[in-house]
């Protein structure tokens, strides 16, 4: 079967860095996506990882790892706008999305 | 610069009334998709379209119909709505499979069975 594993929810403090774990088992891989989700709306696009290594977009970095079955989501100078949950999709050998449950970020101030 | 609409935004339902949820997106993309999303689960796939007049079955299509008539428009249907298909129900939209398009959201139909 197909599986990706997050975890349910994270609390961090503001300023501060967080790192979102992201495992998967999927039938083929053509690439894995990061999407951010407030609380009642939209998921929107964050990131995409096809090859190993990190990609860097502002204060949001995502790396992956292929060979391992992992990426990482990494957010720096945590600001409160970024209480969201975090939802890791991995693109199969039929090119469908498959989504993990999603990680809720909490931010303290 | 609209994206993707869906309408309605909420509704509520008897069981086994029949019902028809609207999605629209202007940025002339082919492939349309219908997801479910519930607590504690990752959204899941119920019909998706890779152009008009095209449908294909996801991961949970049974009790919902879809169409593709039209290019900017996929419309899914639940034609005998129980509880168990209360949920909260996007309509995305990408340029391609793959190649790292990301699909494109609209702003979710709440919708609850009684």
């Known amino acids: 079967g197909q599986n990706i594993d997050q975890p349910t929810e994270m609390t961090a403090t503001e300023g501060a860095i967080v790192q979102i774990n992201c495992t998967y088992q999927t039938s083929g891989f053509n690439g894995l996506f990061w999407y951010q989700q407030h609380a009642g709306e939209a998921p929107t696009f964050l990131s995409y990882n096809v090859l190993d290594g990190l990609e860097e977009k502002g204060r949001f970095s995502s790396f992956l790892s292929r060979s391992k079955g992992y990426s990482y989501l990494l957010l720096k100078e945590l600001q409160m706008k970024d209480s969201a949950s975090y939802l890791c999709?991995?693109?199969?050998?039929?090119?469908?999305?498959?989504w993990g449950a999603g990680t809720k970020l909490i931010i303290k101030p | 610069n609209a994206g993707v609409t869906q309408t309605p935004k909420f509704r509520v339902l008897k069981t086994g009334q029949s019902m028809t949820l609207l999605c629209a997106q202007d940025?002339?993309?082919?492939?349309m998709y219908w997801y479910r999303q519930d607590p504690g689960m990752g959204l899941r796939l119920i019909h998706y379209s890779v152009g008009e007049g095209t449908t294909a079955k996801g991961e949970v299509p049974d009790g919902y119909n879809v169409s593709r008539l039209k290019k900017q428009n996929f419309l899914l249907g639940l034609e005998s709505a129980a509880p168990s298909q209360t949920s909260v129900y996007f309509c995305?939209?990408?340029?391609?499979?793959?190649?790292?398009?990301?699909?494109?959201f609209g702003d979710g139909t709440r919708l609850s069975i009684l």
């Open positions: 999709a991995v693109v199969d050998s039929n090119y469908q999305l498959i």
């Open positions: 940025m002339n993309h082919e492939y």
């Open positions: 995305a939209s990408s340029y391609s499979l793959g190649e790292g398009q990301p699909q494109h």
